[in-house]
């Protein structure tokens, strides 16, 4: 099946995807998620493996030049799954495509990666936010695709997130999707009309909503605070799990997004980041690192170049939280 580069063909297989795999982690988490560690103590399920399967399987069969860059692949799940986890997976992806494939198959799928003679590079996080998957509280399956390495669209599947936040006992399961000078609408996963979403950009300073990691180690709360103090804003610090911060920020539900890490010397992943830039900057957001610079995904997995994130509402907002990260961290 293979397909034109056209925006409205690069967005219908990442729609695609987005659903099949938000469906592969509904599956799952109806059962008992099988969690199988990683070499860096982090944690991994056959819902991660299945869905970077299902997802890749898309691209391949209708972009089968592009480059991919994912987080997973399947060398640690032949290592660790198993019998049982080699059946379970090869059951899930089986039943999500409706057809019969092998574990051969899957793990092809998983490692896929392109020919790498494509201006189109596709960055998935096939579960953002395991750890929130788990708890069956946030997480997010995020497609992001570049144009010669800059965010050009993205759909932000957040499966456990309330379709209207001030419901929060209502229906869940959202997906964002954004295109260069497009914008960003939002459609419930079970289907509906999609809404043109927009940042809170007019947010006075002082009120702005924050938004942080629930893992310590992918936010430095202490700095967040320490930054809320100096620059004087009261909205609020809530923490969630995943890119759906970024879909919240956009739908105008927050005013500012902020990761800074508590290792001075990490640096981010490109997979937890480029779907949800372009959701946020679609909306009217604005997306640097924590010293206002432009991310620069050009170098490969990390954003080696930059410190940390930082997404807000408005330009306005921006420079504002910038300078007060910069006398937060002064002071530390």
Not at 122 to 134: A, E, N
Request: glycine share 10%; net charge negative; charged share 25%.
């Amino acid at each position: 099946m293979l397909m034109s580069d056209s925006l409205a063909s690069l967005l219908k297989i990442a729609r695609i995807a987005g659903e099949r795999a938000s469906k592969i982690c509904q599956t799952v988490l109806d059962g008992t998620p099988l969690s199988l560690e990683k070499g860096d103590k982090s944690p991994v399920t056959l819902a991660d493996y299945g869905c970077q399967a299902v997802i890749l399987r898309e691209v391949a069969s209708a972009f089968p030049d592009h480059v991919i860059v994912a987080e997973e692949g399947s060398e640690h799940l032949k290592e660790t799954a198993g019998d049982e986890g080699t059946k379970r997976i090869v059951e899930l992806v089986s039943g999500n495509l409706e057809e019969e494939v092998n574990f051969d198959q899957v793990c092809a799928w998983i490692d896929h990666q392109g020919t790498g003679k494509s201006e189109y590079t596709w960055s998935i996080d096939p579960i953002d936010g395991t750890k929130g998957f788990l708890r069956r509280e946030q997480y997010a399956v995020a497609i992001g695709i570049m144009k010669n390495n800059v965010p050009y669209a993205g759909v932000l599947a957040c499966p456990n997130l309330p379709v209207d936040l001030n419901q929060p006992d209502g229906p869940r399961g959202v997906l964002y999707v954004a295109a260069k000078g497009q914008g960003t609408t939002r459609v419930a996963l079970d289907g509906g009309e999609a809404t043109p979403v927009h940042t809170n950009a007019q947010a006075d300073a002082a009120a702005c909503r924050v938004l942080g990691s629930v893992e310590s180690a992918h936010g430095d709360p202490a700095l967040v605070v320490s930054m809320m103090k100096e620059a004087g804003i009261q909205g609020g610090f809530v923490r969630y799990d995943s890119q759906a911060k970024y879909g919240i920020l956009a739908d105008g539900n927050a005013e500012i997004y902020v990761r800074p890490r508590s290792r001075p010397d990490y640096r981010e992943n490109i997979w937890d980041h480029v779907a949800g830039v372009i959701v946020a900057e679609e909306a009217g957001g604005k997306v640097t690192d924590l010293d206002g610079k432009a991310l620069n995904f050009a170098l490969g997995k990390r954003l080696t170049e930059n410190r940390g994130v930082l997404a807000t509402a408005s330009a306005d907002i921006h420079d504002f939280v910038v300078k007060g990260l910069q006398l937060a961290e002064a002071k530390n």
